[in-house]
T-cell receptor
Framework: AQKVTQAQTEISVVEKEDVTLDCVYE???????LFWYKQPPSGELVFLIR??????QNEISGRYSWNFQKSTSSFNFTITASQVVDSAVYFC????????????FGSGTRLLVRP | GAVVSQHPSRVICKSGTSVKIECRSL??????MFWYRQFPKQSLMLMAT?????????EQGVEKDKFLINHASLTLSTLTVTSAHPEDSSFYIC??????????????FGQGTRLTVV
């Protein structure tokens, strides 16, 4: 099966706390791409990161970091020192090589950062 | 990143009427466009994939006669919701891929259209 699971439906943190959003994926392909998108209340989807299956290096971009672990099929996303503007729904997504470039989305995690 | 413009951003229509949503790639040629639907507090569900100049491929359970997709040029795809009913009220989002980018490219998304059928 090709599937993305985001087990955390909603997370609420206080500003400046660190928060990790979990993503577990399933695919039978050895080559695939993983993505994270942010969807603020306005609705548009904001691309955050793309990672291919051959690159397990962790990535840091400002307050954002991603931990890709093929051994556990996970691609977790951490926000350090969270801010109110980080409040949004975050989607993890997968493109397996056999799906004609179709993105398979997880169910999303709603993050609320309280002041 | 590349820009995908979706119009309108919001539309309210009467039950039984048809609504057309446009998705344009502004600075690249999109060989493939995808249409997604998102119910409140739910994930994005792929409705159909359209390739320029050919018929769209619909996902299982999506009525092709109800959701008409046209991808007439490399920069424009349209989704027409025909004979809309209140249960068609949803958030519709398109995404586009460019020529030669293949699976490496992230999907560039439009801003989305919130359709309300009254």
């Amino acid at each position: 099966a090709q599937k993305v699971t985001q087990a955390q439906t909603e997370i609420s943190v206080v500003e400046k706390e660190d928060v990790t959003l979990d993503c577990v994926y399933e695919t039978r392909d050895t080559t695939y791409y993983l993505f994270w998108y942010k969807q603020p209340p306005s609705g548009e989807l904001v691309f955050l990161i793309r990672r291919n299956s051959f690159d397990e290096q962790n990535e840091i971009s400002g307050r954002y970091s991603w931990n890709f672990q093929k051994s556990t099929s996970s691609f977790n996303f951490t926000i350090t020192a969270s801010q109110v503007v980080d409040s949004a729904v975050y989607f993890c997504a997968l493109i397996p090589m056999d799906s004609s470039y179709k993105l398979i989305f997880g169910s999303g995690t709603r993050l609320l950062v309280r002041p | 990143g590349a820009v995908v413009s979706q119009h309108p951003s919001r539309v309210i229509c009467k039950s039984g009427t048809s609504v057309k949503i446009e998705c344009r790639s502004l600075d690249f040629q999109a060989t493939t466009m995808f249409w997604y639907r998102q119910f409140p507090k739910q994930s994005l569900m792929l409705m159909a994939t359209s390739n320029e100049g050919s018929k769209a491929t619909y996902e299982q359970g999506v009525e092709k006669d109800k959701f008409l997709i046209n991808h007439a040029s490399l920069t424009l795809s349209t989704l027409t919701v025909t004979s809309a009913h209140p249960e068609d009220s949803s958030f519709y989002i398109c995404s586009a891929r460019g020529i030669g980018t293949g699976v490496r490219a992230e999907a560039f998304f439009g801003q989305g259209t919130r359709l309300t059928v009254v």
